[in-house]
């Protein structure tokens, strides 16, 4: 994925293409692969801003990820979604950091710490 390519794509490629980037960020973070997982980190920001980007907001198409069976794909369209969908995207955050399964718990912990301080305010 070209991240110029992005603003051409319809918004079910989109979605698409943010379950794949989940899936291979999910493969390298379990394999320990920092500089994979940082440059698939640079390729979703740019699905979620184009989502962002289109007339009425398009980034509560996300919130249908919710119930994927991959808890990063989960925790990526909660994290994505806390603009649009506040109530339901800190419901999925608090079940995965209620469930323990790591390092989704831990990531999920962190989102919503960083929601209450007011150190991450969603746009």
Not at 28 to 52: C, P, S
Not at 57 to 71: I, K, P
Request: proline letters at 5%; aromatic letters at 8%; charged letters at 30%.
């Amino acid at each position: 994925m070209t991240v110029r390519a992005v603003p051409t794509w319809d918004d079910a490629d989109l979605l698409d293409e943010f379950v794949k980037i989940a899936l291979k960020q999910d493969d390298a973070e379990l394999k320990g692969n920092t500089r994979a997982f940082n440059r698939l980190f640079t390729q979703k920001v740019a699905i979620v801003d184009e989502l962002r980007s289109r007339p009425g907001d398009h980034r509560n198409l996300l919130t249908g990820l919710y119930e994927h069976q991959n808890l990063r794909v989960r925790l990526n369209a909660a994290r994505a979604t806390l603009a649009v969908a506040p109530l339901q995207a800190r419901r999925v955050l608090e079940q995965l950091r209620d469930w323990g399964y790591p390092p989704y718990d831990a990531d999920a912990r962190e989102t919503l710490r960083a929601l209450d301080t007011g150190f991450f305010v969603p746009r």
